[in-house]
């Protein structure tokens, strides 16, 4: 498993954003990681990737634990956040550069110009970023992340805010890059889970309410009273959703 999640509970002050959830990624696998507004996603991003500790309870990544090898781990992960933060006065290929500088990437700018190309960046890889389009700036942010060739791949709401044509150019290439990697995908769209996800893994107010493959969700709905056929509609989806969510 690329990542493992043990009993982990995270509490801020009395408020629960985690209560001993667990869950398993696979490598070649992109899991949706859903839950409605504050259900506790990014915190659970935020413990994966070493950015903040979990209270209590485990976490694995590509077999190294977020205690002991915390430096090494963090090696094998890239990561984008919800925020997106990058240096608007900043080139697209110098921002690369400086990001692959980080990780001390030999043959650095064969390396970004191969990521600004696959990224479908190199129409606007002159410009400054702030000078960009919100799906161009999503295309730099997983560049920044895809620049080491991480192992394990983690987004938070990478489609958020986005035009329809960029949802479709957005998704493919989180697809092609999830082949060879494991992709932990945080969402609050039920549709983003038919369109990309092997799994989903479901949390609301930090609990666990689902941890299935793609393909058992319709079984889940029709056991939750929802009616539907072997393949969920985008109603369907929703209402299952709402249901788990409620």
Known sequence: MSIVVKNVTKVFGKQYALNN???????GEIVGFLGPNGAGKTTM??????????TSGEVSVCGLDIWRDSLELRKKIGYLSEANPLYYDMYVSEFLEFTGGIYHIKNLKAQVADMIEKTGLTPEKHKKIGALSRG???????AQA?????????????????????????????????????????THIM????????????????VLVADEPVKNLPNLAKAKGIKCTDHLDAAAMEELFQVLTK
């Open 21 to 27: 959830v667990s869950f398993e990624a696979k490598k």
């Open 191 to 206: 549709q983003e889970v038919s369109a990309m996800c092997d799994h989903v893994v479901i949390i609301n107010k930090g």
């Open 146 to 186: 895809l620049i080491h060739n991480p192992e394990v791949l983690i987004l938070d709401e990478p489609t958020t805010g986005l035009d329809p044509n960029q949802l479709v150019e957005i998704r493919s290439l989180i697809k092609t890059y999830g082949k060879d990697k494991t992709v932990l995908l945080s």
């Open 136 to 142: 161009y700036k999503q295309r730099v942010g997983i």
């Open 45 to 54: 991003m935020k413990i994966i990737t070493c950015l903040i500790p979990p």
